[in-house]
């Protein structure tokens, strides 16, 4: 079926089963791929015999490639359209998954981690664009929260459901499954999704894409939310399951079983982001307003793991992922903000940002950590943990107290306008 990406014509069901349940496959792989080195970290790092600072390496290497193909991939998206490039990129991620199965050592895996990333650095890229060629702007804030929601689905079966695959196989099996349902993935997105036609016209160049950032809502909203972002992805995939097991002291089921349980809450999280978010554009609230207060709270909760929370670590666990889920309202507010047709480039310019900072807040809370020596049960203190949180609390506290600053003046501006309404109208209705 052809039709223009300006004026769809499939009906809300088919739109559900031909476009968002494909590519919502494709990017439910890559939550789990992503996140699934926080099971495996005890496994790795008994093979392998690695440092905080190489585990977090080997996991970061994932949002290293997955940065480094943005805007490759987003010129191809609006250049080509997301079905022919997502087959393509889950080919290669299956690629990928092969060579981690089959990798003897810390190179070869890294290698294997960075081409799996490369390959998966579409999939939430691609949705956006065909969800956006589909549906109209104003749904778009609920369905990319159902997307994320997806995503989170992923992540939870990063954990329990991944443990319990481990009793019947080991993570080379795993990941040779991985690389098979990847390319079913892309194969699906290819036979079942519909053809919309290519765009005509110049192609896309990375000035266009760089364009992007010069735009004010895209600026304003990655001053407030990148950090946090970044900050979310980068400590999810990995160090919550190495700070409950070091900290907490849990032993690997019970590390597995809470990771489940934060991991689901992102499900839940996101839906609740995208109602919240449509709910508080019905009655005028902006949804920058909507980040700046998650944000706040996202904070709140990484403050109470730097003054060592103790009554609940538990619950901090399943706090940080699933008020962090709200760090993903940028996707929908710079959507919202742009052209159609600009959304490949938004995306991929949102996401370059993103896993760049996740790659070094990955790596770097590994670094720090590594500062430490551990204990005889190759545990590292808590106070490891809480320099290396808070330090990321410090990253994000100036993005979050500028927009404040920056929202004050606004509002008394607003406030002095109204006043100066009111008077001048109180007074033509005076007696002269």
Request: net charge positive; glycine share 10%; aromatic share 10%.
């Amino acid at each position: 079926m052809e039709t223009d990406q300006s004026t769809p014509r499939l009906s809300g069901v088919a739109v559900f089963f031909y476009v968002f349940l494909p590519f919502a496959l494709g990017h439910y792989l890559s939550s789990l791929l992503r996140n699934v080195n926080a099971v495996l970290a005890p496994q790795l790092v008994g093979a392998l015999a690695l440092t905080p600072g190489q585990l977090g390496l080997l996991t970061s290497a994932f949002f290293f490639a997955f940065a480094l193909v943005q805007l490759p991939v987003g010129i191809a998206l609006d250049r080509h359209g997301p079905r022919k490039v997502q087959l393509y990129l889950m080919l290669l991620a299956a690629c990928g998954a092969l060579m981690f199965a089959n990798g003897h050592s810390f190179a070869q895996l890294v290698t294997a981690r960075a081409i799996i990333g490369c390959g998966l650095g579409g999939c939430f890229m691609s949705a956006v664009k065909a969800i956006s060629i589909w549906i109209s702007p104003r749904r778009l804030p609920s369905v990319q929260g159902y997307l994320i929601a997806v995503g989170g689905l992923g992540a939870a079966s990063s954990t329990m459901p991944v443990r319990a695959l481990l009793q019947h196989t080991d993570w080379r099996g795993l990941f040779m499954l991985l690389a098979l349902l990847s390319a079913c993935s892309g194969l699906l997105i290819w036979l079942v999704s519909p053809r919309a036609k290519p765009p005509g016209g110049k192609a896309p160049t990375v000035r266009s894409v760089l364009d992007v950032y010069r735009t004010p809502a895209f600026r304003a909203t990655i001053s407030l939310v990148l950090v946090p972002h970044a900050t979310f992805f980068g400590i999810q995939g990995l160090w919550i399951g190495r700070w409950l097991s070091d900290v907490a002291r849990f032993p690997d089921a019970a590390v597995a079983y809470l990771l489940y349980m934060s991991m689901a809450s992102v499900i839940f999280g996101a839906i609740a982001v995208g109602m919240i978010t449509e709910w508080a554009g019905r009655r005028g609230i902006a949804a920058m307003d909507v980040a700046a207060a998650g944000v706040a709270l996202f904070v709140l909760v990484q403050a109470a793991v730097v003054f060592n929370y103790r009554p609940s670590l538990q619950l901090l666990s399943v706090l940080f992922t699933l008020v962090g889920t709200i760090t993903g309202i940028e996707y929908a507010i710079v959507s919202q903000s742009l052209p159609r047709e600009l959304t490949g480039r938004a995306a991929t310019c949102l996401n370059l940002l993103i896993f760049i900072g996740a790659f070094l807040v990955q790596a770097g809370f590994g670094q720090l950590v590594g500062f430490w020596r551990p204990d005889l049960g190759g545990h590292y203190p808590a106070q490891a943990y809480r320099v290396a949180f808070g330090m990321l609390v410090l990253l994000q506290l100036p993005g979050l107290v500028s927009y404040f600053l920056r929202r004050r003046p606004v509002e008394c501006g607003i406030a002095l306008l109204a006043q100066k309404e009111d008077y001048e109208i109180g007074s033509l209705r005076s007696p002269r």
